[in-house]
């Protein structure tokens, strides 16, 4: 599973519009991945979450997939449109 899906495959499962939830990955500068979520905009609150909790949460399980899949300096961008 590559990082792409599995961000899809969480994001999905916390929203009620899923065919909506679009996730990109762009190059950064100095070699850091720019991983973007973009769902939305009745959506955001709940991948933030209360006090952003859900948001922490799936920062950390995203940045643990990818260092097990040796990805480094990976930057989550979260946004609604």
């Known amino acids: 599973m590559e990082l792409i899906d599995y ?3 969480l994001v999905k499962s ?3 519009k899923p065919e909506l939830v679009k996730v990109k990955t762009f190059g950064g500068d100095e070699d850091a991945t720019i991983l973007e979520i973009i769902v939305s905009k009745d959506d955001i609150g709940r991948v933030i979450g209360k006090q952003g ?4 949460s799936l920062r950390t399980m995203i940045l643990a997939y990818a260092y097990l899949h040796n ?3 990976l930057k989550i ?3 609604s449109f």
């Not at 909790?53 to 922490?56: G, I, N, T």
């Open 53 to 56: 909790k859900m948001a922490s």
């Open 7 to 9: 961000c899809e495959f």
């Open 71 to 73: 990805i480094r300096n």
């Open 14 to 16: 916390i929203v009620k």
């Open 77 to 79: 961008n979260i946004d």
